[in-house]
């Protein structure tokens, strides 16, 4: 057999490595092909692009293997955290554009410092607040949410006078 055979046949059975191009995410993907005289296999995987792992440093915290909540979120409680700074928020005021966005931006921190205060561990509080004027229109407003519904609670509230309306919704979802 003449030496540029054989370099081909060397050739065919070596590994064939291709790199893809990076991808919309930023990650590089590496698709690696080895092929041998009858069979063709390919592996796949991402990398992170700029991975450092001097920027990965962590805390170790030790798993609790806690599945539930010691203490749950109290309905009626979030409720009246609701109503009271809904009322005391907007019990006399008239609707107004820029006062209105920096309005559910204030609310929404009263209500999380309100809810925090309550010491409940391990939840994560979502909080939505709308404020509309009122001019004869009608609005229904809807959520979906997947969660476990033993352990996770949401409460909403709507407030009106005779210039706007003010709906709040929390929503508290265990975490693991």
């Given at each position: 057999m003449?030496d540029?055979?054989?370099?081909?046949?060397?050739?065919k059975?070596?590994?064939?490595?291709?790199?893809?191009?990076?991808?919309?995410?930023?990650?590089?993907?590496?698709?690696?092909?080895?092929?041998?005289k009858?069979?063709?296999?390919?592996?796949s995987?991402?990398?992170?692009?700029?991975?450092?792992?001097?920027?990965r440093?962590?805390?170790?915290?030790?798993?609790?293997?806690?599945?539930?909540?010691?203490?749950?979120f109290?309905?009626?409680?979030?409720?009246?955290?609701l109503?009271?700074?809904?009322?005391?928020?907007?019990?006399?005021?008239?609707?107004?554009v820029?006062?209105?966005?920096?309005m559910?931006?204030?609310?929404?921190?009263?209500?999380?410092?309100?809810?925090?205060?309550?010491?409940?561990?391990r939840?994560?509080?979502?909080?939505?607040?709308?404020?509309?004027?009122l001019?004869?229109q009608?609005?229904?407003?809807?959520?979906?949410?997947?969660?476990?519904?033993?352990?996770?609670?949401?409460?909403?509230?709507?407030?009106?006078?005779?210039?706007?309306y003010g709906?709040?919704?929390?929503?508290?979802?265990?975490?693991?």
């Amino acid at each position: 057999m003449s030496d540029l055979r054989k370099e081909k046949l060397q050739k065919k059975d070596k590994r064939i490595v291709k790199l893809a191009v990076e991808g919309s995410h930023g990650a590089r993907g590496k698709d690696t092909t080895f092929r041998t005289k009858d069979s063709i296999s390919t592996v796949s995987c991402i990398d992170e692009l700029h991975h450092d792992d001097n920027a990965r440093i962590g805390v170790a915290i030790e798993n609790t293997y806690q599945m539930g909540p010691d203490k749950r979120f109290s309905v009626a409680a979030l409720t009246d955290i609701l109503q009271d700074v809904l009322t005391s928020y907007l019990q006399e005021e008239r609707y107004e554009v820029e006062w209105s966005q920096k309005m559910t931006k204030t609310i929404c921190e009263v209500i999380r410092a309100r809810v925090k205060d309550l010491l409940i561990p391990r939840y994560k509080i979502i909080i939505l607040v709308h404020i509309g004027q009122l001019n004869g229109q009608s609005m229904q407003m809807d959520s979906r949410c997947l969660w476990d519904t033993s352990n996770d609670t949401s409460v909403s509230y709507s407030f009106k006078n005779r210039y706007l309306y003010g709906v709040a919704t929390v929503y508290a979802i265990y975490v693991e």
